[in-house]
Structure formats: structure tokens, C-alpha cells
């Protein structure tokens, strides 16, 4: 594959700057002036715009193709609510005028916008409070912690560990740890949840709290989850629900209403943001009212005549967690997306992508063996073991997957399942859709038994094919022009 330094041509120019503003050089001190060229490819403006054009093309998108990432919800967003975030009236605002003296009432609507989704994820959620400021979900796990060890600390709690079952996010022991916590893990039982027992084992009066995803990253439902709250909140532990499967339970069920005190969500996963490329996220965390003065400030507050403001005074918070009100235009999609389907949609949401989850574990299950015992929820998992006996190794049947025509599906996670791949299908992909992917999944499969060697050279549609990805991680090589010679 060419770069674009590999095409350009000597002495040819994309465009002509005819400006008056141009024609006389600006003053340059001597020390910083190149002293030769910059190695600049030469092309014309039409070649220009074909190479990126064909660049392009080569890259995975929900608005190009099935991207089946487990517990990643990269599903289709409207672009209705791209276009709401796009209004000038929120693009113009300065971030700062909220706080100018009398600012707060130039910026209503905006101030509005975020008073309302706080009210709206509150609902969702069954918490009390939210806070819209943590940019994304690990910066909320963190916020959440916070909360958890500054509520601790108020009490005279003298805790010091958090209880995380194994097949939880990486993130959330991270978290935890930056928070000051030692992890307890706790192992899955057969059944794929948190083992109940050696969880009840682990839990002492050092306890500040538990971690939990549920659905959890091998969609499965945690059915004593109840059980596990009154445990935790014996030793005065709180219980923390990781949101980034909110995919799964929309309008079903509320984690406020399960027992948990604190719950962050992923607005960049289930509330309309298109996922991944790195961000823009954003992590919002809710809590129970015995919570709600620990929350990072500033606060939006509604007046009695109905205007809304920044509020700071709260002595007890966890104090600024980011700069301003968080990623703004990702909660005016989130804003724009929770009217637009309002509460009988958001619950269409999840009944879909279950529905979805579960056809494709039945559609492969023949061949493909799957973790749930019998449903699972948004996603489903399975475990390319089987076909180790003909050396085919999940990488294999990813790599596969490329040629015809999908990106690959999550493979190696969650840690605790053997050649795991993850697939979560999205209740926004048709049946015509799934059964296609469930068709190359199967053909893969045959292939795996009968040519097992075709498999190892996957993709040989791909402009790049199979790297060695340990080597490229471990001994990276970075190809530059010289800037002088322009070797």
C-alpha cells in the first residue's frame, strides 16, 4: 500500500493561494526559520482527495458495516441527535460564561439542557442525583469511587479493599486502585456470575464495596443481586453498578432499584454517540440520596422562578473532577436521544438487543460452544476451543471474518473463558443482517475442520494481511521521510 509520500511527483502543486494577505511575508526571526524544505509530498489536488478518499474505504464504521464488538455497543445512532449537538446555539456558547456574574441567565438554555438529562439518567438509572462532568466511563468508575471512599471517610469507615468478580471490566480495579483500594477478586462460578460464596467469604468489616457489572461481560444476569446488596450493606459496604451494559436492561429494570448506590453510565454506548476512534465519551455517574453531597461541583440547580444556575457550595463534595460540565455535546445527543424514544422506546431498546443476543447464541451454539447455560442478555459469548484440535485458534476465526466482509467481533475477553469471542449484535441490526454474520461464522467453522490452513493466512482481502501483532506491539517501526534529504 502507498503512502501518499510514495505517489507524490516532483513539482506538482494541488492549488495556488492568490490572497493579498499572503503577498507580504510576515517577519520570521532567523533561529526558527527551517534550514531546508520541508519534505512535503507534491501532488495534484484530485490525487490528494483520492488517496484520503480510498484511506477511508478501508476503515470499519457502523455506518459501513456489522461491527459486532462485545460489551461494546456499537450500535447505529441517529444522526438526528449529530444535528442537535450541531446547533450553533449550543456549538457558540463559551464554556466559561455560565460562570461570568449575570452569565448564567445568557446561557438558559444549555444550562436547561443539562438539568434536564441529569433528571432524565436519574429515572433511567433509579438514582437520586447525577452528575454529567466525568468524560468518559473509567473517569466516571473513578468519580464513583471517589464518592464511595469520601462517604467512607465522613462515616470514620476504616475500609480498605472493594470486591471485583473476575469478570469485570479492566477498568474497574484500576479504578478502585487509584481510588486507594486494595482489589479482593472473586472467581465465577459455572453459571458465569460471581461465585455467591467465596463473595460472602471475602466480605468483612474492611469492605467499602463491591463492583459489579450485570448483565455482566459474559451476558449474564446476576439473579442474587439482592442477596449480594444486603451482604454489602451489613458492613455499611456500598454497592457500585458498572452501566456500561445499560444495553441490556433500558426501561426493564433500575440499578437504583436493585440496591446499588452508585451507577455511572456510558452515554457514548448506549445513549447515542458513536463508540470508539477514542472519544469523545462521557461517563455521567448517579447516586443514592445518602450520596448526593459527595458529587463533584459545580451542580446546575433550578431556581424557584424557574431559572437555572452553577452551584459550588457543597463542603462535602469530591470537588472538580473536569473542566466545565463534561463533554457537552455528547449529552445533548444523549438529551436528544432519550426524548426522541422516550420511555417506551428505551425499553424497545433492550428487549431487541436481548432478542438479538439470544438468536445468534441459538443460530451458532450447534458449532460454536456458548458460555450462558440458556439465555443470555445483550450479548452472547462463546468459546472457540473446539477447534483447537484442528489448530485453528479464535485469532483464526477472526481473522476470517475479515475476508468476508465484518470487522471481528471482541475475542480473548472476558479472561475467564478459553478462546472466548464476544458478540454483542444491537438492537438496531435486522435478522437479514444476523443471519448473515451467523452464516459466515458457520462457514467458518466448516473451514476451520477442512482447511484449517486458509484460516492461518487470513485476510488476503485486506490491503495489510496478518500481522504478527505481538511484534508490531513490542518492537514498533515507524517509517518517516528525512526532513532534509527527503530520503
Not at 452464516?439 to 484460516?455: H, R, Y
Request: glycine letters at 8%; hydrophobic letters at 40%; charged letters at 20%.
Amino acid at each position: 500500500m502507498k503512502t501518499i509520500f510514495d505517489k507524490s511527483i516532483a513539482g506538482c502543486t494541488s492549488c495556488q493561494v492568490f490572497d493579498e494577505r499572503f503577498t507580504e511575508a510576515p517577519h520570521i526571526e532567523t533561529r526558527l526559520l527551517r534550514k531546508a524544505p520541508a519534505a512535503l509530498p507534491e501532488l495534484p489536488e484530485g490525487e490528494v482527495v483520492r488517496h484520503f478518499t480510498q484511506l477511508s474505504r478501508q476503515n470499519y464504521s457502523v455506518d459501513t458495516h456489522f461491527y459486532p464488538l462485545g460489551s461494546c455497543t456499537m450500535k447505529y445512532n441517529p444522526k438526528a441527535c449529530e444535528v442537535a449537538a450541531a446547533l450553533d446555539g449550543f456549538t457558540r456558547v463559551h464554556p466559561v460564561w455560565p460562570q461570568f456574574l449575570g452569565g448564567d441567565l445568557l446561557t438558559q438554555g444549555s444550562l436547561e439542557v443539562l438539568y434536564e438529562a441529569e433528571r432524565m439518567l436519574s429515572a433511567v438509572t433509579g438514582m437520586a442525583e447525577t452528575t454529567l462532568q466525568p468524560m468518559a466511563g473509567a473517569h466516571g468508575e473513578l468519580t464513583g469511587t471517589m464518592i464511595m471512599a469520601a462517604y467512607h471517610r465522613d462515616r470514620g469507615n476504616e475500609k480498605d479493599h472493594i470486591i471485583i468478580p473476575d469478570s469485570a471490566h479492566g477498568t474497574n480495579p484500576a479504578s478502585a486502585a487509584l481510588a486507594g483500594y486494595k482489589i479482593v477478586t472473586i472467581p465465577s462460578d459455572d453459571n458465569g456470575m460471581m461465585d455467591f460464596d467465596a463473595f460472602c467469604a471475602a466480605v468483612n468489616e474492611k469492605t467499602a464495596g463491591v463492583m459489579l457489572t450485570s448483565p455482566n461481560t459474559v451476558g449474564v444476569f446476576n439473579h442474587r443481586i439482592a442477596e449480594i446488596a444486603e451482604v454489602i450493606h451489613g458492613v455499611d459496604g456500598l454497592m457500585y453498578y458498572d452501566g456500561a451494559n445499560m444495553n441490556a436492561i433500558l426501561g426493564r429494570c433500575k440499578p437504583g432499584s436493585m440496591g446499588f448506590d452508585i451507577c455511572h453510565l456510558n452515554l457514548h454506548k448506549t445513549f447515542a454517540t458513536p463508540h470508539g476512534g477514542g472519544g469523545p465519551g462521557s461517563g455521567p455517574v448517579g447516586v443514592v440520596e445518602k450520596l448526593r453531597a459527595f458529587l463533584p461541583v459545580s451542580r446546575v440547580e433550578k431556581r424557584d422562578d424557574g431559572t437555572y444556575r452553577l452551584w459550588y457550595d457543597e463542603p462535602k463534595s469530591i470537588g472538580y473532577i473536569a473542566p466545565f460540565y463534561g463533554n457537552f455535546g455528547v449529552i445533548i445527543k444523549a438529551y436528544a436521544y432519550l426524548l426522541m424514544l422516550g420511555r417506551t422506546g428505551l425499553r424497545d431498546v433492550s428487549d431487541m438487543a436481548v432478542l438479538n443476543a439470544n438468536y445468534m447464541q441459538h443460530r451458532l451454539s450447534p458449532v460454536y460452544k456458548a458460555v450462558a447455560k440458556k439465555y443470555c442478555m445483550h450479548e452472547c459469548v462463546f468459546s472457540g476451543a473446539p477447534f483447537k484440535e484442528y489448530g485453528v485458534h479464535t485469532l483464526d476465526i477472526a481473522k476470517g471474518l475479515i475476508d468476508r466482509g465484518y470487522h471481528p467481533p471482541t475475542i480473548y475477553f472476558p479472561l475467564n473463558v478459553e478462546e472466548a469471542i464476544m458478540i454483542e449484535p444491537t438492537e438496531t441490526e435486522s435478522r437479514e443482517t444476523l443471519d448473515a454474520f451467523c452464516d459466515a461464522m458457520l462457514e467458518i467453522a466448516e473451514v476451520a475442520k477442512n482447511n484449517p490452513e486458509s484460516l492461518h493466512a487470513a485476510p488476503i482481502s485486506t490491503p495489510v494481511s496478518r500481522l504478527n501483532e505481538v511484534a508490531a506491539a513490542r518492537n514498533m517501526v515507524l517509517t518517516v521521510p528525512d526532513r532534509h534529504t527527503n530520503a
